[in-house]
């Protein structure tokens, strides 16, 4: 296509040549396009400029050239570029941590009773934020990649023995997990891009009561979810892919969550929640 220009730009600037992207630093990129595939991806596609190959019009079977961006940086707008098409996922919430267990003894020979805390509440998902752009060709513009939150402390866990009789004793809570980050570019003086996730609260510590002949416990309960501050990945299957980081044979979606630590066992401390998956965005360049 080197032959080929659209208004003094080269089709090599404008056109991924075969529609087929690298998998650069693992990062999945977009599927290759084809104009017999049920998958469309509009937000990838380049414009239709009128030219074709082999019957088929260029923007059906390639896509526009584009960046990866994972960290947070600057990225520079190719020359006579006009507008850019965005598609960003904020950083996914930490998991809360587990409460910690409690187990409690009465003396003289008295009864003893036990149960685990409760479990950590899941993080938030990141927000996935797409538009269209007008921009400046050959301009630099700053890209923020947002941090997955990180996970909440576990609760510590409580242990008594009654040396005279009764006994009661409760696990402390888990933390909260963090909330993810948000991903965009600045444009000007605007932000433009997706909140990160809330995090998960963190699991109820468990009480344990005994005294002569009797006992009594309750598992803590568990911590609720974090908020996703809009909707998630809902992109499929015409307008953009779900963004996503290729690790062996599976595929782990930038932007989720982090899980919620599972309770401590009984007298034990619990376990502190996962942190969340960093977010990430593709730019892509058009050019009317």
């Known amino acids: 296509m080197s032959n080929y220009f659209y208004k003094g730009v080269n089709l090599s600037q404008i056109y991924v040549n075969d529609g087929k992207l690298s998998n650069q630093d693992n990062y999945t990129g977009i599927p290759t396009i084809s104009n017999d595939s049920y998958v469309v991806y509009s937000m990838v596609r380049p414009?239709?400029?009128g030219y074709s190959y082999r019957g088929d019009n260029l923007n059906n079977i390639t896509t526009s050239y584009y960046s990866l961006v994972n960290e947070t940086g600057n990225i520079k707008t190719p020359t006579n570029c006009k507008s850019i098409n965005i598609i960003c996922v904020g950083g996914g919430g930490g998991g809360g941590g587990s409460g910690g267990g409690a187990n409690a003894k009465a003396g003289l020979k008295g009864d003893s009773s036990s149960s685990s805390g409760g479990d950590g509440g899941q993080g938030g998902f990141g927000y996935y934020y797409t538009g269209k752009l007008y921009v400046q060709g050959g301009a630099t513009y700053e890209v923020t990649i947002g941090g997955g939150g990180g996970g909440g402390g576990s609760g510590t866990g409580n242990y008594i023995s009654g040396a005279g009789g009764?006994?009661?004793?409760?696990?402390?809570?888990?933390?909260?997990?963090?909330?993810g980050s948000p991903s965009g570019i600045k444009i000007g003086n605007n932000f433009y891009g997706g909140s990160g996730g809330n995090g998960g609260n963190g699991g109820i510590g468990a009480i344990a009561f005994a005294k002569q002949n009797t006992s009594n416990s309750s598992k803590g309960d568990p911590g609720s979810s974090g908020n996703s501050p809009n909707?998630?990945?809902?992109?499929?299957?015409?307008?953009?892919?779900?963004?996503?980081?290729?690790?062996?044979?599976?595929?782990?979606?930038?932007?989720?969550?982090?899980?919620?630590g599972s309770g401590g066992n009984p007298g034990t401390n619990g376990y502190p929640g996962n942190s969340g998956v960093h977010g990430s965005a593709i730019i892509v360049y058009l050019y009317d």
């Open 166 to 179: 009764d006994a009661s004793t409760q696990g402390k809570a888990g933390e909260t997990g963090g909330a």
């Open 231 to 260: 909707s998630t990945y809902n992109g499929a299957p015409n307008s953009y892919p779900q963004l996503e980081l290729k690790s062996g044979n599976t595929s782990i979606p930038y932007g989720i969550p982090g899980s919620g």
């Open 47 to 49: 414009l239709n400029f």
